[in-house]
């Protein structure tokens, strides 16, 4: 096996990569193909702490039509076939999920419109201690070529047992490892670059 690493600073760390079961790759965008092409399977591979402390919402209001606040949990475990997991955001500090819910036949629309047509909400991954490993698997309706990535965040410890948190993204193609791309939080930046170090492992 042949391995290369490399660096290369990030324009956008707090969103420095996104999935998305649409073409557009927007996580958060919502079109008619985000709920024609299959939803994005997600699998919690590791987490430790309770869901409710690593998987948090933040709100803004306190209305909550679809009832998502009090059933987020059962939608993390795929108990819920209401809500689709169409997003995916990974930075720094958290990872962003987007659930999509239709509320009338979408695909027969022109125009979607929020609240009307459709509800997105966000829950964010935020490891307090530990760590939490998630895989994505992202199935496209007019390709039989499956994309799987798995997103890790948690405390390494860097020398002298000081600890900083990272961030590591993993994409599979045929089943084995392509590419990592790796960020520490709490990496110190040179002012002369603008953006955020990221070191790159292709495989």
Same mark, same amino acid.
């Given at each position: 096996?042949?391995?290369?690493? !490399? %660096?290369? $600073?990030?324009?956008?760390?707090?969103?420095? $990569? /996104?999935?998305?079961?649409? @073409?557009?790759?927007?996580?958060?965008?919502?079109?008619?193909?985000?709920?024609?092409?299959?939803?994005? &399977?997600?699998?919690?591979?590791?987490?430790?702490?309770?869901?409710?402390?690593? #998987?948090?919402?933040?709100?803004?209001?306190?209305?909550?039509?679809?009832?998502? /606040? @009090?059933? $987020?949990?059962?939608?993390?475990?795929?108990?819920?076939?209401?809500? /689709?997991?169409?997003?995916? %955001?990974?930075?720094?500090?958290?990872?962003?999920?987007? #659930?999509?819910?239709?509320?009338?036949?979408?695909?027969?629309?022109?125009?979607?419109?929020?609240?009307?047509?459709?509800?997105?909400?966000?829950? $964010?991954?935020?490891?307090?201690?530990?760590?939490?490993?998630?895989?994505?698997?992202? @199935?496209?309706? !007019?390709?039989?070529? &499956?994309?799987? #990535?798995?997103?890790?965040?948690? +405390?390494?410890?860097? !020398?002298? &047992?000081?600890?900083?948190?990272?961030?590591?993204?993993?994409?599979?193609?045929?089943?084995?490892?392509?590419?990592?791309?790796?960020?520490? /939080?709490?990496?110190?930046?040179?002012?002369? !670059?603008?953006?955020?170090?990221?070191?790159?492992? +292709?495989?």
């Amino acid at each position: 096996m042949a391995k290369m690493s !490399y %660096s290369m $600073y990030l324009h956008n760390p707090d969103a420095f $990569y /996104r999935i998305s079961n649409i @073409e557009d790759g927007s996580p958060d965008s919502v079109t008619p193909e985000t709920f024609k092409n299959p939803p994005i &399977k997600m699998k919690i591979m590791e987490c430790r702490g309770s869901l409710e402390d690593v #998987f948090t919402i933040d709100y803004l209001d306190e209305d909550d039509p679809f009832l998502f /606040r @009090e059933n $987020y949990i059962k939608v993390l475990q795929g108990e819920s076939l209401d809500w /689709r997991l169409t997003g995916v %955001s990974v930075g720094r500090a958290d990872t962003q999920l987007y #659930f999509t819910k239709a509320t009338c036949n979408t695909l027969a629309r022109n125009e979607l419109i929020l609240g009307e047509s459709y509800d997105i909400q966000t829950v $964010y991954c935020r490891p307090k201690l530990g760590r939490f490993l998630i895989s994505f698997e992202v @199935e496209r309706a !007019y390709d039989v070529q &499956k994309e799987i #990535f798995t997103v890790e965040c948690g +405390e390494i410890t860097l !020398y002298d &047992k000081v600890t900083s948190m990272t961030t590591s993204v993993v994409e599979y193609r045929n089943g084995h490892k392509y590419r990592m791309l790796n960020v520490q /939080r709490d990496t110190k930046v040179n002012p002369s !670059y603008l953006g955020h170090p990221c070191t790159i492992t +292709e495989y």
